[in-house]
């Protein structure tokens, strides 16, 4: 009896577990699998030519009335008002491309542990990574 009860309880906390390890996966914050839109000369890493890349490409999707800054309400989610104020030195409100480029170099060199230059997916999964992602993607 007591050796059932045990292994069902293995068994919940696997399936448990398993749910834990899924959840990140479909809200999206998996680095692995960011990484494929990210890397796209597919050397497994992303150097910051091509998360440049990605910022830019975002900074256009998240300015739809095109006058070339983002505001704090644009970039809700992904900046904190703590960064997008360190990142507008000219506090006029928004962050003009440079600006928002000058913020995703910082939590790119934050998510680049080992300092090699280039972003591989398990430092994309860290903390400091998936600061980054919100910021590419
Ligand atoms: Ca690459
Ligand atoms: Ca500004
Ligand atoms: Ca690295």
């Known amino acids: 009896m007591m050796k059932i009860k045990a292994t069902a309880l293995l068994a919940a906390l696997a399936l448990a577990a398993s749910a834990a390890s899924i959840v990140p996966a479909t809200a999206g914050h998996n680095g692995c699998e960011a990484m494929h839109a990210l890397d796209p000369d597919h050397d497994g890493t992303m150097d910051w030519h091509e998360a440049r890349r990605a910022a830019k490409h975002l900074f256009y999707a998240l300015d739809p009335d095109k006058d ?45 542990r080992d300092n090699d230059g280039t972003i591989d997916c398990r430092e994309l999964n860290r903390l400091a990574g998936l600061r980054l992602l919100r910021v590419l993607q």
């Not at 006029?92 to 680049?112: C, P, Q, S």
């Open 68 to 112: 070339g800054t983002l505001d704090l309400r644009e970039v809700s989610g992904r900046v904190g008002i703590l960064s997008f104020a360190r990142f507008n030195p000219d506090r006029d409100r928004t962050l003009d491309m440079h600006e928002f480029l000058e913020l995703v170099k910082y939590r790119f060199e934050r998510a680049n």
